[in-house]
């Protein structure tokens, strides 16, 4: 069955380190999203891409960059992480509709549980 | 410790009462909406969605009302099962033009299930 994988499900890491969070999904979807989940704040869009090289920052895009070199993997990096960047990261995926309104709904990953010390 | 501000909206109801989770949405420009359940330690699951030319739509178990006049969103469960208890929230799909979308999340509001 096709689906959405993130690995790893958890990682501990050092402030200051380079770390990225894979995303692979095998639906052949054109869209694919980042988001971050804290309390209070629900989910909160890090990056998107809407095909192969198109990238675009959300609305928490500080201190994270992605990369879409094919349709099924959009890693996201934290290029030196933060203890603010403790948080569980979700990967979603959707499939773009060309029409009048166009409607994609998202499908997520499982998570990653990131703990940055 | 817990922070002030920072508590989920909880409902508990007990096993085989129906549950009512309700949402506010922010722009009346959004044409479409979806409900989300999301398990301890799991994903968003997508469960039901509607789009804004419909008032009402029903799936198993499950309903969704929607009051674009008062920008409210509910979903209804009937018979809630332990298996429901989980974080429930609410999307709206904010088109901006052509193929652009973007979902804008609830903060969610825990369903506890008591047996």
């Known amino acids: 069955d096709a689906e959405i994988t993130q690995s790893p499900r958890h990682k501990i890491t050092e402030t200051g380190r380079q770390v990225t969070l894979a995303c692979h999904q095998t639906?052949?979807?054109?869209?694919m999203f980042w988001y971050r989940q804290d309390l209070g704040h629900g989910l909160r869009l890090i990056h998107y891409?809407?095909?192969?090289?198109?990238?675009n920052k959300g609305e928490v895009s500080d201190g994270y960059s992605v990369s879409r070199s094919n349709t099924e993997d959009l890693p996201l990096t934290l290029e030196s992480a933060a203890s603010s960047q403790t948080s569980v990261y979700f990967c979603?995926?959707?499939?773009?509709?060309?029409?009048?309104?166009?409607?994609?709904?998202?499908?997520f990953g499982p998570g990653t549980r990131l703990l940055v010390l | 410790g817990e922070s002030v501000g920072l508590h989920l909206p909880t409902l508990s109801v007990q096993e085989g009462d129906n549950s009512i989770i309700n949402c506010a949405y922010s722009?009346?420009?959004?044409?479409?909406f979806i409900w989300y359940k999301q398990e301890s330690g799991k994903g968003p699951q997508f469960i039901i969605d509607?789009?804004?030319?419909?008032d009402k739509r029903q799936g198993q178990r499950v309903t969704v009302l929607l009051n674009k006049t008062v920008k409210h969103l509910s979903l209804q469960i009937a018979a809630t099962q332990p298996g429901d208890s989980a974080v429930y929230f609410c999307?709206?799909?904010?088109?901006?033009?052509?193929?652009?979308?973007?979902?804008?999340f609830g903060t969610g509001t825990l369903l506890a299930v008591q047996p």
């Open positions: 979603a995926s959707s499939e773009r509709r060309i029409g009048v309104r166009p409607i994609e709904t998202q499908y």
């Open positions: 639906w052949n979807h054109n869209n």
């Open positions: 891409s809407y095909g192969v090289q198109d990238t």
């Open positions: 722009n009346s420009a959004s044409d479409y």
């Open positions: 509607i789009r804004s030319n419909m």
């Open positions: 999307a709206e799909n904010m088109n901006y033009g052509g193929a652009t979308n973007k979902l804008i």
